[in-house]
């Protein structure tokens, strides 16, 4: 059993940055993959980022990919994402998670696939 605890969210201004951190306990070594997924309220949950949890390789949503990096800390056991240059258009609760399968990607599918879910963390960006 996994369980995801998310960190780190807040409110600032366009162009700010915030460091998103997921507190991960259970068996993490199991994992193929995992991500980072967004939410409005009245909007589908999308796919952010992924890691795979075998060679540390990256994924990302087009519309954040030179503005966020996903990464993973095996000492202290947390999936964590840089986000920077931050716009209106990030607004959202972020959520970390992790496939119990193969589902490593963001669409839609994947996201249904999805096997473990933190509780998530707010992310507020004004103009």
């Known amino acids: 059993q996994v369980q995801l605890k998310e960190s780190g969210g807040g409110s600032v201004q366009a162009g700010g940055s915030l460091r998103l951190s997921c507190a991960v306990s259970?068996?993490?070594?199991?994992?193929?993959?995992m991500g980072w997924f967004r939410q409005v309220p009245g909007k589908e949950r999308v796919g952010v980022a992924g890691?795979?949890?075998?060679?540390?390789?990256?994924y990302y949503l087009d519309s954040v990919r030179d503005r966020f990096t996903i990464s993973r800390d095996k000492a202290k056991n947390t999936l964590d994402l840089q986000l920077n240059d931050l716009k209106p258009e990030d607004t959202a609760m972020y959520y970390c998670a992790a496939p119990r399968g193969r589902w490593c990607g963001l669409g839609a599918k994947d996201v249904a696939h999805q096997t473990y879910w933190g509780q998530g963390t707010q992310v507020t960006v004004s103009s």
């Open positions: 890691i795979y949890t075998s060679d540390g390789s990256t």
């Open positions: 259970g068996a993490m070594y199991g994992l193929w993959c």
